[in-house]
Each structure stands twice: as structure tokens, then as C-alpha cells.
């Protein structure tokens, strides 16, 4: 018997404004007074004659209807045809049970007490960011359960150093699982992963690792377009980085600080912030003249170049981004997950820009690079689905077909 297709995306960030805009009672007129829009403008996003896809633009829209982001932008989504897809997807209510229990793992047994080793868990940390970074999000998705598992009955049972030493591990632990479940597209998920980060990262008593864990405290209030908040957590922490010793990894630290300073800057509609900001992240990759991985955050003067594209992406400006991203040469060495992002905002810029082959191209680069982040990425779904009301045949369409759109 053949197997019956699973159901597509129908629904587009503009259909969706539109259905949260009359659950809310609001007239179209309504809705542009209290966002700030025109009336053309609101128009032209629910009929889909205009990408809703900008972070600025989605965040305007929610606090205007009192509704999450998500809520607008559909996460999470359904996973499209593709195996991988909804075998990475199935993991996370597996990780999700497992941040769950952070703190007092069930049952612990004698057997796992005594096989704690904290060099192998060590290892097997590495080894789960390193999937990560290389956007292998279905060998993430193997790895990640039972490695929260194990370290969170190591740093249930240890004591003294190795107690410290079990909790960074912890938090690393708990940063993949973080991140991966963000790019799953699962914001509470990946929410409580970054609160337990946090935690973790206070039982280490490096300053510098709890410092980290507030980088990814801003991304959350980032996230739900509480910009002021983000931004008192961004300067706090550069304000305690500046009274440390200045190491590598305080650079590292401090330059991506700023960087996600640039993006809260963007996000709230503050371009001249957001370039001074990103001239500061600028500094610090030259000032730490390589690219490194402290803190598992990809830091470095490639890490900027990817970041300098976004950010006029992020203002709808895609010739500069176009012109930017012709100046980046990113090693192949580089993590996988942001070459793949850098493909992703080219694509949007071409598409800003009115290339519909240019964005095509960089889409499939990104797709190759990583597919299965590619393919949950909620501005790809949204250009794409634009993109395919103007062509339905060829190379597009199957694109469309993979990632879940139509």
C-alpha cells in the first residue's frame, strides 16, 4: 500500500497575521495604528504580495496582537518528505524530558554511579557540539538523551573539583541541547535548555563560563522583542568582561557580545547601533586575529563576516549584504552550520533584491551544506513559499517539496 503524504505547510506568516489579527478582533486599520504600519503595508503581508520574514517586522506584529513570535511564524514546523527531517524532529520531546528531570535524574543505579568518567563524558560532549556545528542535526538527535543523562548523574554524584568540572560539562551539555532544539524550532524547549545552562554554569565558579551563559540569556529576551532587557544583559556582561584579565577567551567573549548586541540593535529597528556594534565585534576578531571556539561560539573573523551579511538583511537592505557577502571566503573548515547560515542570508538578499535565481542558488548551497537546518529555517520556508506562487516547475518545486512548503 502506498504511503499516504504527510500534510504540507499550507499557511504563510502572512495568512497567519491575518488569522491572529481576527482572533484579536482588530480591523486591518487596527492593526497598522497599533504596529506602526501603513495600512498598505498590512495589506500587502496578509494577501502575500510582501515576505514576512524580518525579525524587526514579526516582532512589531506580535507585540501589536499580544501574541509569542511563534505564534506568527509557525513553529514548529511540520518536517517535509524528508527521513532526517522527522527523525531529528522525534528527538526532542526526548531532550525535552531529560531537561526536564535536570537536577534529580529518576533511578539513578549503582551500575551508573560507578561508571561515571568524566574524560569519556568529556569526549562524548565534544563530539555531540561538533555535530552540531557540522548542522549533522540527526546524529545530534542520537547522541544528545542519553548524554544529558549520563551528565547529569555525573554532576548529581561528584564532589569538589570534580564536581566544578562535571557542571561545565553539564552546561555544555545543556548549550547543544540548546541549540539544537532552536533549530529544531522549538522555542520553549529550547528556552528551558538555556535556563538550565545557566544554572549549571553558576556551579562551575568560572566567571567567564557564567558570563557565556548570559549571551545566551540575551538571545531569549531577543527572541520575544524585549530589547531593552536584552541589552542591559549584553552591557552587564561586557561591563564584568572589562574587569577581567583580557585572555583570548575574554576576547572571544567580548567580541560576541557585541555581536549579539548588533543583532538586539537590528532587531529593534536601530541601524546605526547596530553597525557601531558590529565595528566593536570587528575590533575583537582583530584583536584575537584567528578564528577560535571558546565557549562553543564559533568567535573569530569569519564568524563577523557571516554576521556583518545578516545584519542588512535583518533592515531589508539586501544590495549591501549582497555586496558584503561577495567579500566573504569562508574556510571549508569552517562550522557547517554557519557557512549554511551565511547561504540562507544571501538568499533572503537576493530575493530583497529581486533575484529569483540568485536566491534559488543560495538556497540549494545552503540545502547541500546543511539540510536539514536549511529546510526548518522559518525565512527559507517563508521566501520560498513566496517564491513558488511566481514559479511552480523545475528546481524550485522540489526544493519546495523537501522542505515542506507549498
Not at 18 to 28: F, I, M, S, V, Y
Not at 122 to 127: K, P, T
Amino acid at each position: 500500500m502506498p504511503k499516504t503524504p504527510e500534510p504540507q505547510d499550507v499557511k504563510s506568516n502572512g495568512d497567519r497575521l491575518g488569522d491572529l489579527r481576527r482572533e484579536a478582533k482588530q480591523t486591518q486599520q487596527q492593526l497598522a495604528d497599533a504596529s506602526g504600519y501603513s495600512l498598505a503595508t498590512v495589506q500587502k503581508y496578509e494577501q502575500n504580495l510582501r515576505v514576512l520574514d524580518r525579525g524587526q517586522v514579526i516582532l512589531t506584529f506580535a507585540r501589536a496582537l499580544g501574541v509569542h513570535p511563534a505564534a506568527i511564524t509557525g513553529h514548529p514546523f511540520h518536517t517535509g518528505e524528508h527521513e532526517d527531517n522527522a527523525a531529528a524532529s522525534a528527538t526532542v520531546a526526548a531532550v525535552h524530558r531529560a531537561l526536564l528531570v535536570h537536577g534529580r535524574p529518576p533511578r539513578v543505579t549503582e551500575a551508573e554511579v560507578a561508571a561515571v568518567d568524566l574524560a569519556d563524558l568529556a569526549q562524548r560532549v565534544s563530539a555531540a557540539i561538533a555535530y552540531r556545528h557540522a548542522a549533522a542535526m540527526t546524529r545530534t538527535a542520537d547522541v544528545l538523551p542519553d548524554l544529558l543523562r549520563d551528565l547529569q548523574v555525573a554532576a548529581l554524584v561528584t564532589e569538589g573539583d570534580q564536581r566544578r568540572r562535571a557542571h561545565l560539562l553539564l552546561a555544555r551539555g545543556y548549550e547543544c541541547a540548546m541549540q539544537f532544539a532552536y533549530k529544531m524550532g522549538h522555542g520553549a524547549v529550547s528556552t528551558l535548555a538555556t535556563e538550565r545552562v545557566m544554572w549549571a554554569a553558576q556551579e562551575t565558579g568560572d566567571p567567564l563560563q557564567v558570563l557565556a551563559s548570559h549571551w545566551y540569556e540575551s538571545g531569549e529576551f531577543i527572541a520575544i522583542g524585549e530589547h531593552d532587557v536584552a541589552a542591559d544583559i549584553i552591557d552587564d556582561s561586557l561591563r564584568g568582561l572589562a574587569r577581567l584579565d583580557r585572555t583570548p577567551e575574554a576576547v572571544s567573549l567580548t567580541g560576541a557580545f557585541h555581536l549579539k548586541a548588533a543583532l538586539n540593535s537590528a532587531r529593534a529597528a536601530d541601524a546605526t547601533e547596530s553597525e557601531m556594534r558590529l565595528r566593536q565585534a570587528q575590533a575583537a576578531a582583530e584583536d584575537l586575529g584567528r578564528d577560535e571556539n571558546h565557549f562553543d561560539l564559533q568567535f573569530g573573523p569569519s564568524n563577523v563576516a557571516v554576521w556583518g551579511v545578516s545584519i542588512p538583511v535583518e533592515f531589508g537592505r539586501g544590495r549591501e549584504a549582497v555586496r558584503r557577502g561577495e567579500r566573504v571566503a569562508l574556510p571549508t573548515t569552517f562550522a557547517a552550520e554557519r557557512r549554511c547560515h551565511l547561504q540562507i542570508d544571501l538568499g533572503r538578499a537576493h530575493w530583497q533584491n529581486g533575484n529569483r535565481e540568485g536566491a534559488l542558488v543560495s538556497f540549494l548551497n545552503a540545502e547541500e551544506i546543511a539540510p536539514v537546518q536549511t529546510r526548518l529555517h522559518s525565512a527559507v520556508r517563508e521566501t520560498l513559499r513566496s517564491m513558488r506562487r511566481q514559479q511552480r516547475r523545475g528546481r524550485l518545486a522540489e526544493l519546495c517539496l523537501r522542505v515542506g512548503v507549498v
